[in-house]
DNA sequence: TATATATTTAATAGAGTTATTAATTGAATG
DNA sequence: CATTCAATTAATAACTCTATTAAATATATA
């Protein structure tokens, strides 16, 4: 309503949408029900992106794509210790998934469901960590040879990391429901565990 | 088809739904669809379970509280030390969501999309656990005084568990696509990523 | 201003969905 | 065997949703 001036409705579209497919996923969101939430009518939507399967790929390529670059944004931290680094790459990602905490729900339905989406980004995801890894895997492998950190490998270290991270956050609404927290308990939670899942991947690296 | 003689068609509702369900989510799954699985006229269905809504709750709570019960069937292990006892709920655990693997995104997504549900089953689940986090919360108490393991929280040993055996199951379809594993690689991945769910979780635990 | 182009809307076809109803078939029992 | 009750089906009402089309309106351009 009444947006049409500030923003383009293109754009006004694009947002709504955004917001709701993130809410309810891509089968219970409709043409219809963006319209009316963006105020226009709904063959707009159609207009400026004829389906409604092209409509949410452009969201979903561009969100996922930020992901994941967010993840590996990695640079400066050359004058870092590895542990040190390794708690900067813990704390981003999960600061990261807290500003995006119903992406992952919406890729893991949505890829899970439709799997044919992934074979799109397929390529676009291989070519991003690999210089970060190579760099990053050596500094891993220097230090557990010198002793300092048990055996185990990289992507162990990211799988725990990011397992860690979006569990919080698919698991939250649940717990916190069933075990009656109200929302300021529900912020003290995520900070105690953005603490505690950093003591723990960086103790349980202890030879 | 021709299932009829061999159970009953009420039966055969319940598990077709309850395959498809798990597969598709309740959105994207339809009485027909259920009916045309099974062989039989889609009013049928309905026949016996009136509502979709009652057919997917009732398969929803039975599973839902399966999964719960079993998370806590700890009996058995009184003469084990606590970590072994840890040990041994974590494999557990594992073992439980690997037979199940898709039913954490189920409730997951139900869940986010149809909070409703949750006052359903909100006592239910609350009465379940009290006595055996009394139990466990004890012994860890005991240990952390002395000296044998660092201060942590059950909670925390839960949440943790939780999210690296459920996140696996997540993440393992898009990951393995991704990185392109085949069948016989990702099993590699999931029998390594039990081990290495206990080591990093006891490793954490020392002082 | 006249004309072309872009944006927006109303209307609707066509497909699919849930749920109900009435009719049909099957099984069981007196 | 006739009757009763349960199981099953065919038909369909009432929706909702996507996508398209043609008409209306706004904007730009010459």
């Given at each position: 309503m009444d947006i049409k001036n500030e923003q383009s409705m293109e754009q006004a579209i694009l947002e709504t949408a955004e917001r709701i497919f993130l809410e309810k996923?891509?089968?219970?969101?409709s043409t219809t029900e963006i319209a009316r939430e963006v105020g226009c009518n709904q063959a707009l939507v159609h207009y400026y992106f004829r389906t409604k399967d092209n409509l949410f790929n452009t969201i979903f390529e561009q969100k996922f794509k930020m992901f994941f670059e967010l993840v590996f944004?990695?640079?400066?931290?050359?004058?870092?210790?590895f542990l040190d680094k390794l708690k900067h790459i813990i704390e981003s990602h999960f600061d990261m998934v807290r500003s995006n905490s119903k992406l992952p729900l919406l890729i893991i339905t949505e890829f899970s469901r439709r799997p044919e989406q992934l074979n799109i980004l397929k390529e676009k995801l291989q070519a991003i960590p690999e210089r970060l890894f190579e760099k990053l895997n050596a500094e891993l492998d220097a230090e557990i040879v010198a002793g300092r950190i048990r055996p185990i490998s990289l992507m162990d270290l990211i799988m725990t990391t990011v397992s860690l991270n979006i569990s919080l956050f698919l698991l939250m609404p649940i717990a916190g429901e069933i075990i009656s927290l109200n929302e300021i308990q529900r912020q003290f939670v995520v900070e105690h565990r953005r603490e505690e899942h950093v003591t723990l991947i960086l103790n349980s690296l202890r030879p």
């Open positions: 996923g891509f089968a219970l969101t944004n990695l640079e400066k931290l050359e004058e870092l210790s």
